[in-house]
T-cell receptor, first 110, second 114 residues
Framework: GQQLNQSPQSMFIQEGEDVSMNCTSS?????WLWYKQDPGEGPVLLIA?????ELTSNGRLTAQFGITRKDSFLNISASIPSDVGIYFC??????????FGTGTRLTVIP | NAGVTQTPKFRILKIGQSMTLQCTQD?????MYWYRQDPGMGLKLIYY???????DKGEVPNGYNVSRSTTEDFPLRLELAAPSQTSVYFC?????????????FGPGTRLTVL
């Protein structure tokens, strides 16, 4: 079946450090999304990517849609305590459905 | 706008009991979704609806039922609760518009089946 592999599974970083995480698939997808889930909340969309090779920024966040359409990465620059949470990649499947990765849990140490 | 609201926030069920998880959105979105999130895992799609009167199965529909009689509401029914249904349930909605696909999520319902 489908799988989105996210790495790393978890990260512990110092405040101010940059963060990089990625998401890979064995299948091709034409829309890649990155969501963040704060503790006890539902996921919130951070960045959406629609074109292979596309690089998109949202404040301190930068995401890229891999040229093969089988991967994506998310970078966070100069991390701050409120970056804590779980980051999920997701891909769009039929009928506007989303398939989610297993998540990267980020802890920022002040 | 309240966005997507879910009730209850928490619930403990005994094996074999039934319950309905409520979901309402006030954004006039046509698409609505139910996901479950097991500990340490991503979200898995249970059921979805593309409009009132239309529902379809997602990745993990067994043990659940849904209905969509209005645009606003999309309840999820568990008929015979089992321990394997212990999870956090999220409802989401989206207004389809070309490529843009932001799904707005509710705060979740944490369900424990003992």
């Amino acid at each position: 079946g489908q799988q989105l592999n996210q790495s790393p599974q978890s990260m512990f970083i110092q405040e101010g450090e940059d963060v990089s995480m990625n998401c890979t698939s064995s299948s091709i997808f034409n829309t890649w999304l990155w969501y963040k889930q704060d503790p006890g909340e539902g996921p919130v969309l951070l960045i959406a990517l629609y074109k292979a090779g596309e690089l998109t920024s949202n404040g301190r966040l930068t995401a890229q849609f891999g040229i093969t359409r089988k991967d994506s990465f998310l970078n966070i620059s100069a991390s701050i305590p409120s970056d804590v949470g779980i980051y999920f990649c997701a891909v769009r499947t039929g009928a506007n459905n989303l398939f989610f990765g297993t998540g990267t849990r980020l802890t920022v140490i002040p | 706008n309240a966005g997507v609201t879910q009730t209850p926030k928490f619930r403990i069920l005994k094996i074999g009991q039934s319950m309905t998880l409520q979901c309402t959105q006030d954004m006039n979105h046509n698409y609505m979704y139910w996901y479950r999130q097991d500990p340490g895992m991503g979200l898995k799609l249970i059921y979805y609806s593309v409009g009132a009167g239309i529902t379809d199965k997602g990745e993990v529909p067994n043990g659940y039922n849904v209905s969509r009689s209005t645009t606003e509401d999309f309840p999820l029914r568990l008929e015979l609760a089992a321990p394997s249904q212990t999870s956090v349930y999220f409802c989401a909605s989206t207004l389809t518009s070309g490529d843009y696909n932001e799904q707005f999520f509710g705060p979740g319902t944490r369900l424990t089946v003992l």
